[in-house]
C-alpha cells in the first residue's frame, strides 16, 4: 500500500485546495482528512482522481434493480414527441399521463404519487405531485411563516445577501432561460437565508452551520450566534437549485417550500464532503467506476489526454445538471431523483452523454454557449 508521507500542515493547505477547487462546503474534518485527502495526496495533487477513496457504490447491476422500469424499456415522458399510448382510446402518452396524474392527485397519496412518477410527469401536473411527494402543501401557516422571513429580510441586512445578489445576477440574469425570474428568485433566495427551519438538516448531514460571534461580545458560548440564521452559506451556482422550480410555480410560497423541501432532501448532499451514498463524492465514484468498466477506450482517451473525467462533470453533478440541460428536459430527469429517491441517475446521465458520438447534440452544454451562467 501507498504511503502517504505528507506533514500535518501540508495536508491542511491541500484540504482547503480540495475544498476550494471543488467549490463544496463541509465542517466534516475527520473524512476530509482522514479518508478523502490521504487518497488525494497519494494519487498527486489536483489529480482529482477518486477511485482509491474506500466508499461504497452501487453496480450496473444494483442500477438496473432500482431503476427496474428505465431497465425493462418502459415508455417515458420526455424522451419522444406525441409518443403513442398504450390505451387504444388515448392519443398520446402525454394524455395518458394526465389522466392517470389527476387521479393520483385526487388520492393525495404521496407514495401512489412518487410511484406515478417514474415514467415522467406532465408538466401541467407537476407542482402538485411534487407538492405530494415532498409534503409540501400550502398551509395558513407556511403563509404567515413565509410573511414573517419577507419581513425579516426588509427590516435587516445580512452580509450573505450580497453574495445571493451577486449569484442570481450571475446565473438566472444573465440566462435566457430563466432571466424573467429574476426577482421572484431574489425574493426566494433571501427568505430561504433567514429561514431558521432549515437548521434541522444538520440533524442528518456531515457538516455543521458556522457561528458567528456578537459584535461588541466576549467569546463566549452565550454570545454565539448561528450564520446566516439558515445555516447554509450560498456559494457560486447556488441559486441554480432553486431556477428550475420557477417553471413550475406562479406562487412564490408554494415555490418556496417545494425547493426547501427538495434541498432538505437531496440538494445538500451535493456540496458537502461526506462519505454518504448519496452524497457528491460518492457520486463522482460512481461515475469513474462505470466510466472505466464499461467505457475502458474513453477512460483511456482521457488519460492519454490528461483530462481528469470527474472534472468534466463536476458541474453537471453538483448542480443537479441545472443550468445544463433546458428546463423542460431538466424537470423530467428531477422527476426521477424524486421517483426512485435517489440522486444516482445523475452520474449515469453524465456517462451516457459523454457516450454521445461526436456530433451529437450534448444535452449538458454549459449555459455559457447560450449566453448564461459561466464556467
Known amino acids: 500500500m501507498h504511503k502517504c508521507s505528507l506533514s500535518s500542515e501540508e495536508l491542511d493547505n491541500r484540504a482547503q485546495l480540495l475544498v476550494s477547487d471543488c467549490n463544496v462546503l463541509s465542517h466534516n474534518v475527520w473524512f476530509s482528512r482522514c479518508v478523502l485527502l490521504p487518497c488525494i495526496a497519494c494519487s498527486g495533487e489536483g489529480t482529482w482522481n477518486f477511485s482509491q477513496i474506500p466508499l461504497k457504490v452501487k453496480t450496473l447491476s444494483e442500477l438496473r434493480c ?59 401536473l407537476r407542482g402538485k405531485i411534487w407538492s405530494q411527494v415532498l409534503g409540501s402543501q400550502i398551509r395558513q401557516a407556511n403563509i404567515q411563516h413565509f410573511g414573517e422571513l419577507k419581513n425579516l429580510v426588509i427590516q ?134 462505470l466510466l472505466q468498466r464499461y467505457e475502458p477506450e474513453l477512460w483511456f482517451r482521457f488519460k492519454q489526454v490528461n483530462i481528469q473525467p470527474v472534472r468534466v462533470v463536476f458541474k453537471w453533478l453538483m448542480r443537479g445538471f441545472s443550468g445544463h440541460l433546458p428546463p423542460e428536459q431538466l424537470l423530467y430527469l428531477w422527476d426521477m431523483i424524486l421517483a426512485y429517491d435517489s440522486l444516482e441517475v445523475l452520474p449515469i446521465l453524465a456517462l451516457a452523454i459523454l457516450q454521445l458520438p461526436t456530433g451529437q447534440p450534448a444535452a449538458g452544454r454549459n449555459t455559457s454557449e447560450r449566453g448564461g451562467e459561466r464556467n
Open 156 to 289: 435587516y441586512d445580512l452580509l450573505v445577501d450580497k453574495l445571493i445578489v451577486k449569484d442570481v445576477q450571475l446565473t438566472a440574469s444573465n440566462d435566457d432561460q430563466y432571466f424573467v425570474f429574476e426577482d421572484i428568485l431574489y425574493q426566494v433566495m433571501l427568505c430561504f437565508s433567514r429561514d431558521t427551519e432549515i437548521l434541522s438538516v444538520f440533524n442528518h448531514s456531515a457538516s455543521n452551520p458556522v457561528h458567528a460571534i456578537l459584535k461588541n461580545k466576549s467569546a463566549i458560548v452565550e454570545n454565539t450566534v448561528i450564520f446566516p440564521p439558515s445555516g447554509i452559506i450560498p456559494f457560486h451556482g447556488f441559486t441554480m437549485y432553486a431556477m428550475p422550480f420557477c417553471y413550475m410555480y406562479e406562487n412564490p410560497i408554494a415555490l418556496y417550500y417545494t425547493f426547501r423541501a427538495f434541498y432538505l432532501r437531496y440538494w445538500f448532499r451535493l456540496h458537502e464532503v461526506s462519505s454518504h451514498e448519496q452524497g457528491i463524492l460518492s457520486l463522482c465514484l460512481l461515475f469513474e467506476r
Open 66 to 124: 432500482l431503476y427496474a422500469e428505465v431497465s425493462r424499456g418502459e415508455s417515458q415522458l420526455g424522451v419522444k414527441l406525441n409518443m403513442p399510448s398504450v390505451y387504444p382510446n388515448i392519443p398520446t402518452l402525454e394524455a395518458e399521463r394526465t389522466l392517470h396524474g389527476e387521479k393520483v392527485i385526487l388520492s393525495n397519496h404521496a407514495p401512489l404519487a412518487q410511484e406515478f412518477l417514474k415514467r415522467g410527469c406532465p408538466r401541467c
